[in-house]
């Protein structure tokens, strides 16, 4: 298993029970392929550093887990196609201390 960080901003308009239930969906996609979410917290609703497709602020969500290969390119997948997520990307965590 290894180590990974999907870092994901949901849309503005979207309230906390949606925003949570977002994070939770794809927190269960990990746990379906087999793997184990470390930790998945949701931060603020924040500014953009630019404007993307109209928005100017989103929420920004961290998850933290470990899994095998196929589970980074299905979360991938999923969050191309959902409507709700602005932008995401999924990381290999490198040097993480034990």
């Not at 404007?51 to 390119?73: Q, R, W």
Request: hydrophobic letters at 40%; glycine letters at 8%.
């Amino acid at each position: 298993m290894t180590k990974y960080e999907a870092f994901y901003l949901v849309s503005p308009a979207l309230g906390d029970t949606e925003v949570q239930a977002i994070a939770d969906k794809f927190k269960a996609i990990v746990e379906k392929e087999g793997g184990t979410v470390e930790s998945a917290g949701k931060w603020d609703k924040r500014k953009l550093a630019y404007e993307i497709g109209g928005l100017k602020e989103a929420t920004y969500i961290l998850m933290n887990f470990e899994a095998g290969p196929k589970v980074p390119a299905e979360l991938r997948r999923q969050m191309r196609n959902s409507d709700e997520i602005v932008r995401h990307m999924v990381l290999l965590r490198d040097n993480v201390p034990a």
